[in-house]
């Protein structure tokens, strides 16, 4: 039986009068690759935002790992082993690729800025081990030739994984996809290419005006008229 990584029920989440999450719940399981969709302002990103402590939500339950993360901060979701990107790319553009990659260990880190000062021997070695990391995941990605070039003058990732891609290049992204999955780490991915999804994804949720409308394998959400209702109309339903 596949073992539950990630479960949160009745996830609610208003903004005054908007109601952007209504009952909202899904269980990710360890070592899948799962989805989720839906049309513009579905929820999908306040949900993100929920995950990662960005936004606190109203009411719910929110489980990871075993652990209870429901309207917990930011930095004790990414200690927890939750991480994420951000639609807005905003990266340090004076840094190169490498120095932008080792800032993300910080959560990782044990010097403080007293150690940043001093330059002792330990923080030495553990500035070592963060830049080989980094390297290692540069190399991961197939980028580690630009590892030494300013991020500044480098072209930025898009919002969408996909947006934008030939079919070649979308290959290539579902092949990492599949790679960084098979490694352990388990994925929740948001990408409006439904085509994609349906080809890389173990599972998929669908989210129509802030309420989870469809869950299941990529056939099953395929074929329901509900979600073909959000994307076409109900004509098409």
């Known amino acids: 039986m596949a073992e539950a990584l990630l479960k949160i029920e009745g996830i609610h989440k208003r903004f005054g009068g908007l109601h952007a999450l209504s009952d909202v719940g899904l269980t990710i399981n360890k070592g899948e690759i799962y989805g989720l969709i839906g049309p513009n302002g579905a929820g999908k990103t306040t949900l993100f935002n929920v995950l990662t402590g960005l936004y606190v939500p109203d009411e719910g339950k929110f489980e990871f790992d075993g652990h209870n993360l429901f309207q917990q901060k930011p930095h004790i979701v990414v200690a927890a082993g939750i991480a994420r ?17 080792m800032v993300g260990r910080h959560i990782r880190s044990k010097a403080g800025a007293l150690g940043a000062v001093l330059r002792d021997k330990g923080t030495m070695a553990e500035e070592r081990s963060i830049e080989a990391k980094a390297w290692e995941l540069l190399e991961y990605v197939g980028i580690a030739d630009v590892a030494e070039e300013r991020a500044g003058d480098l072209q930025p990732a898009l919002d969408e994984p996909a947006a934008g891609m030939n079919p070649r290049e979308t290959e290539e992204l579902k092949a990492l996809m599949s790679k960084i999955r098979d490694g352990g780490v388990t994925v929740l991915l948001i990408e409006h290419d439904v085509k994609l999804m349906m080809g890389l994804c173990d599972r998929i949720a669908v989210l129509d005006y802030g309420k989870k409308i469809a ?12 979600v073909i209702e959000a994307y076409l109309g109900a004509a098409h339903a």
């Open 85 to 101: 990107t951000f639609q807005n790319i905003r990266l340090f553009a004076e840094m190169t690729a490498l120095e932008n990659v």
């Open 215 to 226: 869950e299941g394998v990529p056939e099953e959400v395929r074929r329901n008229p509900k």
